[in-house]
């Protein structure tokens, strides 16, 4: 999923990428970025303004495909309401919902919200299959 997320990044235009950056970068704290894409993530992290982050034009650009990806990785590591979430900023897009990997990405998002989490309460375990 992590590089699907980077190939939609690489399609986007300029300000749809930063929207996107701009979200996959909100549950990781300033250390958490360093460790990934040679600390680019994190000075754009220092740039912004705290809790809000704004990611200028020019960084943007900066910001390839596997930074991305990188970026995706950690941040399902960390938040899975954030992943499940991507559907939501992809398919607001008019420019993104346009394209395959964006329509593969929202689907396959879709399919694992909709599947049941180990960790839910609500899912049966072995004491209700008594």
């Not at 699907?4 to 929207?19: C, I, K, S, W, Y």
């Not at 420019?95 to 309460?121: C, F, I, T, W, Y």
Request: net charge negative; no cysteine.
């Amino acid at each position: 999923m992590a590089q699907l997320v980077g190939q939609v990044h690489e399609a986007a235009p300029p300000a749809e990428r930063g929207r996107l950056l701009e979200y996959l970068l909100r549950p990781l704290g300033v250390l958490a970025l360093v460790a990934i894409a040679n600390g680019v993530l994190a000075k754009i992290r220092f740039r912004s303004d705290w809790p809000e982050v704004h990611v200028p034009l020019d960084d943007v650009n900066r910001v390839q495909a596997g930074d991305i990806t990188a970026l995706v990785d950690r941040v399902q590591m960390v938040s899975t309401d954030a992943i499940d979430g991507l559907a939501g900023i992809v398919s607001a897009s008019p420019v993104l919902a346009g394209s395959a990997s964006a329509a593969l990405l929202v689907a396959m998002l879709v399919q694992k919200a909709r599947a049941p989490r180990a960790d839910d309460d609500d899912a049966p375990g072995p004491a209700a299959a008594r």
